[in-house]
């Protein structure tokens, strides 16, 4: 081996590195500190061979070097413009590169960073110096003034090599050489951005004589006696620990049995204490609490838990995987507001400090080993590092790093292997390793379904029927009935499950209602919490997110990196709203043959105290009355029945649609949102009017030239189109098939229904006017819809009557006949029209405000709602269908020109689903980005009585049956009227 080669050979080496120090907790110290974090020089070379001499002497000539932030990652470097140095490329399971373990490609980008500080005056001249790397992506090699101190593996895993013999007095020289790939990188192909660099913080600590280097908190609870058990183990032997709100003076190892208020996610209550040596002081935040797996079932202080849970990437839009505390803080916020409880940290462990803060907040956290190899199951498991005896020091640095790193953060409460990288001895290992360091936590790895050394039986994307037999422990047995037995004895997790995708995901009530009805099946973490986007502008400025594919990359998967419950600028999407609804842990229902609310607490521990109860009675969405319910405290898992309040009962009976909702909110400002939150509603229909008479008949029809004249419409005679209603002129209303296909229409494990639609050429129908005939009362339209090469069609008839009582009311009747095989269901079932452009406000009375679909519409409730039209679209990162809203009584545009004509009124019979928007569905399903859509000359209204589903299938089930759109013979009405022009 050359010079050359061997000085670059810890690449592709198996080993996790050379010159480290053993790993440890996290912690903060009275010591001192010195940040390292700041501008670097940084040059960025295309691979080894083009690498710069000597670049690690302090005296080397760095001036023309770019500066660059440390913690970043370098492709992100001149984002939201073009990026500077390199490029971000996404794959999910591709790994980037040949597969050839431990080898990557000579073509290897490699950073060089330099940074020059000095050393502080005061600096003790006793003790060491310890240089510490929270995060660096993928491999790298360190040196200070000249001096080669080592090098690691292992990216999203603190590293600390010792800088005491190199440190000087005065000026000093850090040199970092960091390359992309590594051998590394086959242990990291974790579904995100390949991104590279020091992307954590750096620092030089200081690590004094006699001080602590490693401690362990063992803070037990016993639910049956309410004492916690306080052991502090530490490498130092003259180290106490103090706590002065438990009035406890310990030694290092001496235990301590108090009473305490337990730690849990709902109740976070932490102790503040110290732990302390002649030379060094500790601040710790203690949370007493035990979790244990017993007769089946995961159990944190003896009580079975639900998560609620997501999965959560590091990310951000402008920084990529560099977050700062205020955005990580932004994030837990986000969570908590929405009725999150857990994180699964997918798929490595986060920045120390967001752990810091699911402790303060309460989350629990199922905390994941920087661990996948996924890119192996495409070339079916070969050379799997899992099952290499090669790689098993490897898996097992990981895994002692990060338990060491986090084990003293009461909010982790299971150990993750690591996440889809088969099977194999080395997970065993690293299984075995942490059952021996922490036998207080339980071990999780989804990967191997036999479940032999894990303590939980995890699964991601089962489908509802299949969640429902294991909820039972009634799955399908495999060939070995010992490990079924074994399985069968676990609780059970859907490590990932409801894959947020573009709109959806659907079925998200269905999977709680069955959390809820088996013991055994105790919740699970949503895919994901963020949308990956990058943000970048296009070049007259206007934003978009970009995705796979958008930086020239050979290799991508596309916008598949776009699948969270954040949009990438941490807006909620309506699956986030959705989820919050689903998961509320109170659920409030209301009977009204008792006039009763009912009242169940669904929190594990904490009770109904920190909440108020509020009703508000509304009359077609216009408040008729309100106030406060009184709510007797109600212990988790318990229930209360709480009569109707006399204001409540005493209201008069109303003309229209009558509707009472009662909200759970928070009675006090908490850490995490501000009194009046709302946590939890309820709600139901009081009094329903008379359902909408059609007259069988109306004013007759006139015909003049090409038009005819039905009460205010005005119809083509030739097509039979309305073309003006009033003074509105519009385009249709005609029929509608078609919507531009979501994420989970396009992709799908049994296909896609998508390009069965598409193949069937429901995008490009062509209607085919029959006959136009006025006869008696009615004007009736008669069509064949059908796709050019197929003679499959839809036989439409469309009968328009003038309602003689209501002047400036049409009601239009249709009929479908489906001919031929219409094997699939349909995209959707209405009829879609166009207004001009400055129609843009829409009122509308039924559900909202947020668009709802078949089996996304938990979340909205019945009231009286309004939007500009922009506020109706959902800016999906990938531009698809959305923005419909259900269930409507009535939707009402209006004209906001300067001098508005008459607006335009829809009534349904009952309900329907509409949506509004400035484009074609023609034109979403063309777009590829948000700035793709540009705005037209009208506003498309679409009016459905039907919609297919939205599923999660672009990584799990499809649409349940009952959700599904089946082709059939249908008949439904839609009144259009005008309206007096808004004030």
């Excluded at 500790?282 to 244990?292: A, E, K």
Aim: hydrophobic content about 35%; glycine content about 10%.
């Amino acid at each position: 081996m050359t010079a050359h080669r061997a000085e670059h050979a810890y690449v592709e080496d198996h080993s996790p590195g050379t010159g480290r120090l053993a790993p440890r907790a996290a912690f903060t110290s009275d010591a001192p500190r010195l940040s390292l974090d700041g501008d670097w020089r940084f040059r960025l070379a295309p691979g080894t061979h083009a690498l710069t001499d000597c670049f690690e002497d302090p005296g080397h000539d760095d001036t023309g070097w770019h500066l660059l932030a440390v913690p970043s990652c370098w492709q992100m470097s001149g984002v939201p413009g073009p990026p500077v140095h390199g490029a971000p490329a996404y794959t999910n399971l591709v790994f980037p590169f040949p597969v050839d373990p431990p080898r990557v490609p000579d073509t290897n980008p490699t950073g060089e960073y330099r940074r020059e500080f000095a050393l502080p005056e005061d600096w003790p001249a006793d003790g060491s110096a310890t240089l510490r790397f929270e995060g660096v992506d993928s491999c790298f090699a360190v040196w200070l003034n000249g001096v080669r101190l080592g090098d690691g593996k292992g990216s999203r895993l603190p590293t600390e090599f010792d800088a005491t013999a190199a440190l000087r007095p005065g000026r000093n020289v850090l040199a970092v050489r960091v390359h992309q790939w590594s051998a590394g990188s086959y242990l990291e192909d974790q579904d995100m951005w390949w991104l590279s660099g020091i992307f954590r913080s750096v620092a030089l600590l200081h690590r004094p004589a006699a001080g602590v280097r490693d401690y362990f908190v063992h803070a037990d609870y016993d639910h049956r006696t309410g004492l916690g058990t306080l052991r502090v183990d530490c490498d130092s032997p003259d180290a106490r620990i103090t706590v002065p709100g438990l009035r406890l003076g310990l030694a290092a190892g001496e235990s301590a049995t108090v009473p305490v208020e337990p730690w849990t996610a709902e109740t976070p209550r932490l102790y503040d204490g110290v732990l302390s040596t002649g030379t060094e002081r500790v601040p710790l935040r203690i949370g007493f609490r035990t979790v244990s797996v017993e007769n089946g079932l995961l159990l944190v202080n003896g009580r079975r838990i639900l998560l609620r849970g997501v999965n959560r990437h590091e990310w951000d839009p402008d920084t990529g995987r560099t977050l700062s505390l205020a955005t990580m803080l932004h994030d837990i916020r986000m969570m908590k507001q929405h009725n999150i409880n857990a994180v699964r940290t997918s798929h490595y462990p986060p920045d120390s400090a967001f752990l810091e803060l699911c402790d303060e907040y309460g989350l629990w956290v199922v905390d994941e080993c920087d661990l996948e190899t996924h890119g192996f199951f495409l070339t079916g498991w070969r050379d799997n590092p899992s099952d290499d005896p090669r790689w098993r020091e490897a898996y097992l640095d990981r895994m002692s790093r990060m338990v060491e790193r986090d084990k003293n953060r009461p909010s982790v409460i299971m150990w993750s292997l690591g996440n889809e990288s088969g099977t194999g001895q080395n997970l065993r290992a690293m299984a075995d390793w942490t059952h021996t360091r922490d036998p207080g936590r339980p071990v999780h790895y989804e990967g191997d379904w036999d479940s032999g050394y894990v303590d939980v039986y995890s699964r991601m994307y089962a489908d509802h029927a299949e969640t429902d037999r294991i909820g039972r422990r009634a799955e399908d047995p495999t060939t070995d009935p010992a490990l079924d037995e074994h399985r069968r004895s676990l609780p059970f997790v859907l490590c990932e499950y409801a894959h947020a995708m573009g709109n959806g995901p659907g079925g998200l009530s269905e999977y709680q209602r069955l959390f809820e009805q088996h013991p055994r099946c105790q919740g699970g973490f949503v895919w994901e919490w963020i949308d990956h986007g990058i943000r970048q502008r296009t070049a007259d400025g206007e934003e978009f997110f970009a995705y796979g594919g958008d930086f020239g990359e050979p290799v991508h998967d596309g916008n598949f990196v776009a699948d969270g419950l954040v949009f990438p600028d941490r807006v909620p999407s309506p699956g986030l709203v959705e989820y919050k609804k689903v998961v509320e842990p109170v659920r409030v229902t209301i009977d009204t043959a008792t006039r009763t609310v009912v009242v169940h607490n669904g929190h594990d521990f904490a009770g109904t105290g920190h909440l108020r109860f509020l009703w508000r009675v509304e009359d077609e969405g216009v408040t008729a009355g309100e106030g406060e319910l009184s709510v007797p405290h109600v212990a988790g898992g318990a229930t209360a029945f709480v009569p109707w309040p006399d204001d409540l009962t005493k209201l008069p009976d109303p003309a229209v649609e009558r509707w009472l909702t009662v909200s759970a909110v928070l009675a006090e400002d908490t850490s995490w949102a501000d009194a009046g939150h709302e946590v939890a509603w309820g709600q139901t229909m009081l009094t329903s009017p008379p359902a909408v008479q059609v007259p069988p008949t109306g004013i007759a029809p006139t015909t003049t030239g090409r038009y005819v004249e039905l009460g205010a419409g005005v119809f083509d005679a030739y097509s039979g189109s309305l073309v003006r209603l009033g003074e509105l002129t519009l385009d249709g209303p005609r029929l509608d098939l078609w919507r531009a296909p979501t994420d989970n229409d396009l992709r799908g494990w049994r296909g896609s229904v998508a390009a069965q639609w598409r193949a069937a050429g429901l995008h490009r129908l062509e209607h085919k006017v029959l006959a136009v005939d006025s006869d008696g009362g009615a004007l009736t339209v008669r069509t064949r819809v059908a796709a050019a090469g197929t003679d499959t069609a839809m036989m439409t008839a469309y009968r328009w009557t003038a309602d003689p009582t209501h002047r400036g009311r049409l009601w239009l009747t249709v009929q479908v006949e489906p001919v031929g095989e219409w094997p699939f269901p349909l995209p959707r079932l209405g009829v879609r029209a166009a207004v001009p452009a400055s129609y843009d406000t829409v009122t509308w009375f039924g559900a909202g405000p947020g668009e709802a679909y078949p089996d996304t519409c938990a979340a909205a409730r019945v009231s009286r709602h309004s939007s500009d039209v922009t506020g109706l679209q959902t800016p999906y990162v990938y531009p698809q269908e959305n923005g419909s809203r259900a269930g409507v009584r009535w939707a009402r545009l209006d004209d906001t020109a300067p001098e508005p004509t008459d607006g335009l009124l829809v009534l349904g019979t009952p309900h329907f689903a509409f949506s509004v928007r400035p484009w074609t569905s023609e034109d979403l399903d063309a777009a590829r980005h948000s700035t793709d859509l540009v705005r037209r000359d009208r506003v498309y209204l679409t009016v459905d009585t039907g919609l297919q589903g939205i599923g999660s299938a672009s990584c799990g089930p499809g649409v349940l049956p009952q959700f599904q759109l089946p082709t059939r013979p249908t008949t439904f009405t839609i009144g259009w009227q005008t309206a007096v022009p808004a004030s």
